[in-house]
C-alpha cells in the first residue's frame, strides 16, 4: 500500500473513536511519520488521552502510559537497578520503566517536577536511556506524546525550554463544535461498542519514515524555512515589528528541521515528489508555537505566540532571489 493508503487507514480508525479535532489529528499523525514527538494543550475533557489511547489501539507498537505527579521520581520514568537473588548468590539486575514502549503516553506532563521532567530528555533525542552508567537503546519507532493543562497553574511545573523545543508540534486542543458535541453523545451515552483494527505495525512505520526523508526540498523552499525561523529571533534582520516588540527569544534550529519534515508529509502524502512553501507554511504555528518565548509586554497585553507567528506567516515573502 502507499502512504496515503496507510495514512487513510490510521485516521479513519482513530475517526471511530475521536469525533472532530481534523487538524489535531493530523498534526499528530504527522509527528508520528516524522519520527518526532508531539504535546497536545488543552483543557480537560476534550479527548486528549482519547486520541493518543485510539491511537495506540490501531498500531501493533507497545504501549505505556505514564502519569505525571508531583511525586513521580526519574527512576519511575526510566527504571531501576535492584538486586535479585539467585542461586548463585546477589546480582544487579536493571528493571526497565515504562519509558521503554514504543508509544508512550505523558499524560499531565507538567504536574511532574523539573527533574524528573528531564528523564525524558535522552529518550526523546538520542532514542536511549542511561542508568548506572549503561546505556539502553530504545525499540523503533519511539514516540512521545504528552498532554498538559494550560488553565489549572497550582501543582503544576512550565517545561523547560529544553524540553519543549523536543518537541516536534505543540498541538492546541479547542473545543467540540455543536454537531460534534451531540455526536459525542450518540457515540458515548447508547450501546454502542467501537471496536479499533490495528492497521499499522513498526515496520511499515519505519519504511514509511524512511521514504518520506527522501522527498526533495527545493532550495528555494528550503530558504523560505530557514527564514521563517530567523524572523522569529529580535534584533535579527529578518525580524518585524511584532517580533522585536513582544518576543524575548526565537525558536531554534530544530524548528527549521520540523518545518522541512513535516513539508515533506504533507507532500509525500499528497504524492508530490518535492515539498513547495505551503507546505511549509502550513506548519509554522505548530512547529514554532513552542520554541518562542514571549516578553513581559506580550503577557501584559495578552499577546500569543501564534498572533506573532501567524504576523510573520502573513507579512515573510516566500519567493524571493536565493544566492548559495
Given amino acids: 500500500m502507499t502512504f496515503k493508503d496507510d495514512w487513510d487507514r490510521l485516521r479513519t480508525e482513530i475517526g471511530k473513536a475521536v469525533v472532530g479535532h481534523d487538524e489535531v489529528i493530523e498534526g499528530v499523525l504527522t509527528c508520528l511519520f516524522s519520527g518526532g514527538h508531539v504535546l497536545l494543550e488543552g483543557v480537560p475533557g476534550l479527548g486528549k488521552t482519547l486520541l493518543i489511547r485510539t491511537l495506540s489501539e490501531a498500531m501493533h507498537l507497545d504501549f505505556s502510559r505514564i502519569q505525571f505527579t508531583p511525586d513521580l521520581m526519574p527512576a519511575d520514568v526510566t ?4 538486586v535479585v537473588e539467585g542461586d548463585g548468590g546477589r546480582e544487579f539486575t536493571f528493571r526497565k520503566g515504562p519509558i521503554f514502549s514504543q508509544i508512550v503516553l505523558a499524560d499531565e506532563i507538567n504536574r511532574a517536577t523539573p527533574k524528573t521532567q528531564s528523564s525524558l530528555l535522552e529518550a526523546m533525542q538520542e532514542k536511549s536511556v542511561t542508568v548506572g552508567g549503561q546505556t539502553h537503546i530504545l525499540d523503533k519507532p519511539f514516540f512521545v506524546m504528552a498532554t498538559q493543562n494550560p488553565v489549572e497553574q ?9 524540553q519543549l523545543d523536543r518537541f516536534f508540534f505543540k498541538l492546541v486542543v479547542g473545543y467540540s463544535s455543536r454537531e460534534e458535541m451531540s455526536e459525542i453523545l450518540n457515540r458515548t451515552t447508547a ?15 519505519l519504511e514509511h519514515q524512511k521514504s518520506i526523508r527522501a522527498t526533495v526540498v527545493p532550495q528555494a523552499v528550503q530558504d523560505y524555512a530557514v527564514r521563517c525561523v530567523l ?6 534582520p529578518l525580524a518585524n515589528p511584532q517580533v522585536e516588540r513582544y518576543f524575548r527569544m526565537g525558536a531554534s534550529p530544530r524548528a527549521a528541521q520540523t518545518l522541512v519534515l513535516a513539508g515533506k508529509v504533507s507532500a509525500h502524502r499528497e504524492g508530490r515528489s518535492q515539498v513547495d512553501y505551503e507546505d511549509i507554511r502550513a506548519s509554522i504555528l505548530p512547529a514554532m508555537r513552542h520554541r518562542c518565548i514571549l516578553n513581559f509586554e506580550a503577557e501584559a497585553e495578552g499577546v500569543t505566540t501564534d498572533v506573532v507567528l501567524q ?3 502573513d507579512t515573510l515573502p516566500a519567493e524571493v532571489e536565493f544566492s548559495s
Avoid: F, K, M, S
Fill in 231 to 236: 524572523a522569529t529571533h529580535p534584533g535579527g
Fill in 79 to 82: 527504571g531501576t537497578t535492584i
Fill in 191 to 205: 450501546n454502542v461498542d467501537i471496536a479499533i483494527d490495528r492497521v499499522l505495525d513498526g515496520a511499515t512505520i
Fill in 154 to 162: 497550582e501543582g503544576t511545573y512550565p517545561l523547560p525550554e529544553a
Fill in 311 to 313: 504576523n510573520i506567516v
